[in-house]
């Protein structure tokens, strides 16, 4: 093995030294592969956000019919009731119910859809800083992977160096040896 080591040239010996470089690199590499794997989003954001509208789309609409149900029962409930279809007094409970129906109807759905729009801000300020993180580590993943190439590179370099020097010390030594 030393024999066959000091028969090369420091170019050779450079580049079995850079082949060895290179697989710890590329094992290096595809450990980066690998966590990228993992870091691959769980879900499409597009396809997602059309499921959320969806299902947010047949909640309220599940609510409003229930919500409307209810006032009409209560509606016919009241107006059903015997003498109150002509009457002064009648009316203006019917008025009053109607009022007090439209302000329930009305505080219930503002409360609720309060609520939608603060989950869907919650919903998509979520996904923006997964995003977000996912994009930062990708980024911070190509930079590394730069680095590696430049260190790889700065390392052959000096290993080419060092074995040129090499073989000059032994010229020189045999030199003045003779």
């Known amino acids: 093995m030393e024999a066959e080591y000091s028969e090369k040239t420091p170019e050779e010996r450079a580049a079995v030294y850079a082949k060895q470089q290179l697989e710890i690199y590329q094992n290096f590499l595809d450990s980066f592969k690998e966590d990228q794997a993992a870091l691959e989003l769980p879900f499409d954001f597009a396809d997602k956000q059309m499921e959320l509208e969806t299902k947010f789309k047949k909640e309220e609409a599940k609510k409003l019919e229930k919500q409307t149900k209810k006032d009409i029962n209560e509606w016919e409930d009241f107006y059903g009731a015997p003498g109150y279809r002509t009457s002064q007094q009648g009316l203006n409970t019917l008025g009053d119910k109607l009022t007090k129906i439209m302000k329930d109807s009305l505080g219930k759905a503002l409360k609720r859809?309060?609520?939608?729009?603060?989950?869907?801000?919650?919903?998509?300020?979520?996904?923006?800083?997964?995003?977000?993180?996912?994009?930062?580590?990708?980024?911070?993943?190509?930079?590394l992977e730069g680095l590696c190439?430049?260190?790889?590179?700065?390392?052959?370099?000096?290993?080419?160096?060092?074995?040129?020097?090499?073989?000059?010390?032994?010229?020189?030594?045999?030199?003045?040896?003779?």
Do not use: P, W
């Not at 979520?126 to 980024?139: A, E, G």
């Open 113 to 143: 859809h309060n609520g939608a729009i603060s989950n869907r801000e919650q919903q998509l300020t979520t996904r923006d800083t997964v995003i977000r993180n996912y994009d930062t580590c990708i980024k911070q993943r190509k930079m």
């Open 149 to 178: 190439k430049t260190i790889f590179q700065k390392n052959h370099d000096l290993y080419l160096k060092h074995e040129r020097m090499l073989d000059e010390e032994k010229k020189l030594r045999s030199e003045l040896g003779q």
